[in-house]
């Protein structure tokens, strides 16, 4: 661990136990929404894979139909 986030980490121990609930429920809602970002970019990244690899067969389909009416 670096020495910024131990002094970080030691800054958050010493918050009183009010302050100290505050700051770990902020935390589990970043890391919940963190998650839902990485389910998103997931999609997303399925999602282009699928146009993609669409893309790339149809133009392999194009380009064999033209290479039968040529022959």
């Given at each position: 661990?670096?020495?910024?986030?131990?002094?970080?980490?030691?800054?958050?121990?010493?918050?009183?136990?009010?302050?100290?609930?505050?700051?770990?429920?902020?935390?589990?809602?970043?890391?919940t929404?963190?998650?839902?970002?990485?389910?998103?970019?997931?999609?997303?990244?399925?999602?282009?894979?699928?146009?993609?690899?669409?893309?790339?067969?149809?133009?392999?389909?194009?380009?064999?139909?033209?290479?039968?009416?040529?022959?």
């Amino acid at each position: 661990m670096s020495t910024k986030a131990q002094a970080i980490l030691d800054e958050i121990r010493a918050l009183p136990p009010q302050e100290l609930q505050a700051v770990c429920s902020e935390i589990r809602q970043l890391e919940t929404r963190r998650q839902g970002w990485e389910e998103q970019k997931a999609k997303l990244r399925e999602m282009q894979s699928r146009h993609a690899g669409r893309g790339l067969l149809n133009r392999l389909l194009d380009e064999r139909a033209k290479e039968r009416a040529r022959g």
